[in-house]
T-cell receptor
Framework: AQSVAQPEDQVNVAEGNPLTVKCTYS??????LFWYVQYPNRGLQFLLK??????LVKGSYGFEAEFNKSQTSFHLKKPSALVSDSALYFC??????????FGTGTRLLVSP | KAGVTQTPRYLIKTRGQQVTLSCSPI?????VSWYQQTPGQGLQFLFE???????NKGNFPGRFSGRQFSNSRSEMNVSTLELGDSALYLC?????????????????FGPGTRLLVL
C-alpha cells in the first residue's frame, strides 16, 4: 500500500535557523511525492513535488525537499526559517486517479 | 487565474439533515477531487470526478455522493448527517492529464467548507 509517515507532530525552530520537516514513504513502484502547507482557516497550498530526476526539488517560498531512495525519505527543508512559515505541513503520495494519501501533518512553529 | 472556489465557506446543520457543497475548479481544469479533513482522521480522499464521471472513490459510506457538471464544476452531497461528519471539506482541481502523467499531476486546493453538525 502507498503511504507516507510524518514522525513529528511538531517542530520548533528559531527564526533564521534552518528547518527540516520529516517524511518517509512506503510505495510500490515509482513514488510521486508532494508537500503542502496549510495556514489556519485556509485550504492546502502546494509547495513542491518529486516525480523523477534530481533528488533535490525546489519549490515555493524558498522551500526545498530532498528525495532519498535508500532511506525512503522526502524531507522538507528551508535554509532560514521565517515566523510566517509557522503552519501545518503535509506530505502526500499519489495513488492514482488524483487520489492523494496524506501524512498526519507536522506543525511548524517558528519563534522570533 | 482565479483559484479553486468553494461555497459556502461555513455551514451549520443538524443531525439527519442533508447538505450540498459546491466547488468551482481553476479554469481549464477538468478533474475535481474531494477530501475530508478532521482532527481525528486527518485528510481523507472522498472521490474524484473527470468529465462528469466518478473515476475514483474513497472508503466513505454511500451517504457521501458527488457529481460533476459539463463546465467541470462539482458538488458533493452528504445525506442523513451525523455528528461525525463535522469536518473541513476540501475540493481540489487539476488539469486531468491522460495516462501515466495522471499520477504526477499537482492538485490545487480551495479554501474549504467547514461543516458543523449539531
Amino acid at each position: 500500500a502507498q503511504s507516507v509517515a510524518q514522525p513529528e507532530d511538531q517542530v520548533n525552530v528559531a527564526e533564521g535557523n534552518p528547518l527540516t520537516v520529516k517524511c518517509t514513504y512506503s510505495v510500490s513502484g515509482n513514488p510521486y511525492l508532494f508537500w503542502y502547507v496549510q495556514y489556519p482557516n485556509r485550504g492546502l497550498q502546494f509547495l513542491l513535488k518529486y516525480i523523477t530526476g534530481d533528488n533535490l526539488v525546489k519549490g515555493s517560498y524558498g522551500f526545498e525537499a530532498e528525495f532519498n531512495k535508500s532511506q525512503t525519505s522526502f524531507h522538507l527543508k528551508k535554509p532560514s526559517a521565517l515566523v510566517s512559515d509557522s503552519a501545518l505541513y503535509f506530505c502526500a503520495v499519489s495513488r492514482g486517479f488524483q487520489k492523494l494519501v496524506f501524512g498526519t501533518g507536522t506543525r511548524l512553529l517558528v519563534s522570533p | 487565474k482565479a483559484g479553486v472556489t468553494q461555497t459556502p465557506r461555513y455551514l451549520i446543520k443538524t443531525r439527519g439533515q442533508q447538505v450540498t457543497l459546491s466547488c468551482s475548479p481553476i479554469s481549464g481544469h477538468r478533474s475535481v477531487s474531494w477530501y475530508q479533513q478532521t482532527p481525528g482522521q486527518g485528510l481523507q480522499f472522498l472521490f474524484e470526478y473527470f468529465s462528469e464521471t466518478q473515476r475514483n472513490k474513497g472508503n466513505f459510506p454511500g451517504r457521501f455522493s458527488g457529481r460533476q457538471f459539463s463546465n467541470s464544476r462539482s458538488e458533493m452531497n452528504v445525506s442523513t448527517l451525523e455528528l461525525g461528519d463535522s469536518a473541513l471539506y476540501l475540493c481540489a482541481s487539476s488539469l486531468g492529464l491522460a495516462g501515466g502523467q495522471r499520477d504526477q499531476e499537482t492538485q490545487y486546493f480551495g479554501p474549504g467548507t467547514r461543516l458543523l453538525v449539531l
